[in-house]
Every structure is written in C-alpha cells, then in structure tokens.
C-alpha cells in the first residue's frame, strides 16, 4: 500500500514519527501552516516558522524518503489581532518561491468572527495575486456549518476556482455542500473528536469517491500520525476493493497536488 499524507502537523511530530510514515507507505507528506503550539509573539516568529516549513521539516522528512510540502498562512487562531495579521501576510510573498510551497493554507475560520473572517479575505486575495491553490480549515463542532458556509459564499465573491480549493474537516453536514459547490473535500480521522475512521467511510459510502480525502492532522492534540493507513485497512474490511482504496488514500489527494506547481508525482511501486 501506498498513500499520500495531505494534511499533517509534523512540526508536533518526532523523527520516529516519520520512520513510521515511511514504513506504512507515507510516498509523500503536506503540511499546512498552522498554530505552533503556542501563540507568537511578533510577526518574526511566523518567519521562523516558515523557515522550519520549509527548510527544516523537508530536510527532516527526506531522511526517511519522504517527500514533504506545505502550505502557508496566519491561521485563524492567530488571526484575532488583524493588524498582526496583516504583519505576517506580508511576510508570506518572502517564502512563496520555496521549493517545496503548495498554496495558501489552511487558512478560514476559527470562531466566525469579523477579524478572522477580513484576514480569510485577504488570504484568498493573495492566493488569487500569486495564482496558488488554497487549503481550508472548518471550525469545530456548533460553528462549523455556520463557518463552512461563510468559507463558501467569501470564495464564491472573490470568484475562486473551487475546483483548485479543498476544505478541510468536513463532517456528514457538511461534506455535501462543499462538494456539491465543486469544492474538493477532506476528511480529518482523529481518535476522539472530528471524524472517526468508520464516519469516513460511511461518509465515502454516502457521498462517493470523487474529489475527496482523508488526512490524520497529526498536530497537538490527541491525533495519530498513522490514521490514514488505518482507515486504509478498515475500508478493506469493509470489502471495498484494493483500486477504491488507492483511489482515495493517493490518486485522490495526487489529482488535486497535481495543480499546485511544486508537487511532483512521487514514485511508487
Ligand atoms: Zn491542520
């Protein structure tokens, strides 16, 4: 088996993590700028974290053959303080040329507010100056079908192609109207909270296999840098046949990466 990882945290992650990776098939890894663990300071720490994205984390991931990208953002959490935000969007253009750079991301809304949903705007407007691809993070829980559906009508003003946009985390309300909207979806498998790897499945079942994919965020919380994988098995199981699976777990997240500049088609067996 072999898979592409299109949304994880690894700066949260050990070494070891990756050698896990590698040995459960990972044939190519994204990370998406997001909350550090802590929130910074000063715009300055959002310059070093761009350097950890895109110089230390793929030197890190190419140990173990793995090739790794990212996305770049203020994400929403941190996107409160709009005059900050303003400060590390104009950092962003510095590190737009950097090899292993997909698009804008993950960037969208947090707690639906003005502020987060002003800078969202200006995240877009960016991705749009610079022709990139865009990634997207639904709130949590009660917020996230009010939130996804703001996401949608801004991308919508700002006349995005949503064929070159994926949001991410969506549930079983919300899977439809990203895709019915020409969006393309993920899937975020967590242990506990968002999407258990059976809800996926059933959410697959439910709302096909096109433009859609699953990722393990592997970042703060309780997370498993290996769901993926495991969600892989589980759909065998449940005697969806080994060409559906690859569909989902690499061709899938392939067909999507394959409109950002950067990304190349990792070899595989
Ligand atoms: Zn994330």
Not at 49 to 77: D, S, V
Not at 224 to 235: G, I, N, R, S
Request: contains cysteine; hydrophobic residues 40%.
């Amino acid at each position: 088996m072999h898979y592409i990882e299109p949304h994880a945290h690894m700066v949260s992650r050990t070494t070891a993590d990756y050698q896990q990776l590698a040995m459960a098939g990972c044939a190519a890894l994204c990370e998406p700028a997001f909350w550090a663990g802590y929130d910074r300071a000063s715009a300055q720490g959002f310059y070093d974290y761009y350097r950890q994205l895109t110089e230390y984390e793929p030197a890190r991931a190419a140990k173990f053959g793995i090739p790794h990208y990212c996305w770049l953002c203020i994400n929403p959490k941190e996107s409160e303080d709009a005059g900050f935000a303003r400060e590390v969007l104009q950092i962003i253009p510095d590190f737009i040329d950097k090899p292993n750079v997909l698009g804008i991301g993950e960037i969208g809304l947090n707690k639906n507010t003005k502020n987060e949903l002003a800078i969202f705007e200006e995240h877009v407007e960016l991705a749009k100056k610079y022709d990139l691809p865009i990634l997207i993070h639904t709130p949590h829980l009660e917020d996230k079908l009010k939130g996804t559906k703001l996401i949608i009508d801004a991308l919508k003003n700002a006349n995005v192609d949503p064929a070159r946009v994926v949001i991410d985390h969506v549930e079983e309300h919300t899977a439809g109207i990203v895709l019915d909207a020409g969006f393309w979806a993920g899937m975020t498998l967590y242990p506990e909270s968002k999407c258990t790897a059976a809800r996926a499945i059933d959410m697959l079942e439910t709302f096909g296999m096109e433009n859609i994919w699953m990722n393990s965020a592997c970042d703060w919380g309780i997370s498993d840098p290996l769901a993926v994988v495991k969600c892989a098995l589980e759909m065998k199981k449940r005697q969806h046949s080994i060409k559906t699976v690859q569909k989902v777990i690499f061709e899938n997240p392939a067909r999507f990466l394959k409109q950002c500049k950067n990304f190349v088609l990792p070899e595989t067996p």
